[in-house]
Nanobody, 121 residues
């Protein structure tokens, strides 16, 4: 129905940069909010950043000034540019999208499979 595919994770040294992407495809009528959560080992999943279709953004305090969320509405893709990475940013990063499908026009949340970001000290 709707698939979210993430890419761009990997291993980087502390202070480095990484960009992860998430492309939505399938039976999409419209997408409202897109965003990223992350989950570190032994910790609860936490919100990283969100962005509306109009470009309004929201960030967790822990990433403000280091991480930037953006999206390309024409490509149904959301990006997370991560700079000045710290070991505590190590986690699996999950994207999500609030999508109205063509069939129902009812908004539902869809999730990506997750991409690992590891930051070495």
């Amino acid at each position: 129905q709707v698939q979210l595919v993430e890419s761009g994770g990997g291993l980087v040294q502390a202070g480095g940069s990484l960009r992860v992407s998430c492309a939505a495809s399938g039976s999409i009528f419209s997408i409202n909010v897109m965003g990223w959560y992350r989950q570190a080992p032994g910790k609860q999943r936490e919100l990283v950043a969100t962005i509306t279709s109009g470009g309004n953004t929201n960030y967790a305090d822990s990433v403000k000034g280091r991480i930037t969320i953006s999206r390309d509405n024409a490509k149904n893709t959301v990006y997370l540019q991560m700079n000045s990475l710290k070991p505590e940013d190590t986690a699996v990063y999950y994207c999500y999208a609030n999508v109205r499908t063509i069939a129902t026009r009812i908004e539902r949340t869809f999730w990506g499979q997750g991409t690992q970001v590891s930051v070495s000290s």
